[in-house]
């Protein structure tokens, strides 16, 4: 494999992404075609391509589920803190008690 057909050593170093970088969402990834490759040059087979886009757009669909899930859940609990909070809060002024 010559040099410019590897990928860059990407060891050591830290990604950053800007503020105006957008995430991809499945739809996108399972969308994204490849324009084939000429005669006599070398390329990716475009079904093994569209195969692993297509893998990748229902594993990022079920990650952003899941994420979904957990933010629901995470409200949920926060919302349950903050009553058992004001409750507790409550209680313990009308028992004379202060902090």
């Not at 050591?12 to 991809?24: I, K, Q």
């Not at 757009?57 to 903050?82: C, G, P, Q, Y």
């Amino acid at each position: 494999m010559s040099s410019r057909d590897q990928r860059p050593a990407r060891e050591g170093r830290a990604t950053y992404r800007s503020s105006a970088y957008t995430s991809l969402l499945p739809w996108q990834v399972g969308e994204r075609r490849f324009a084939p490759t000429g005669f006599g040059r070398r390329g990716l087979n475009p079904s093994d391509v569209y195969a692993f886009l297509d893998r990748v757009a229902v594993d990022m669909a079920a990650l952003h589920a899941a994420l979904a899930e957990s933010r629901r859940e995470t409200a949920r609990i926060k919302e349950a803190l903050r009553r058992w909070q004001s409750e507790h809060a409550r209680g313990g002024n009308e028992r004379g008690h202060t902090r």
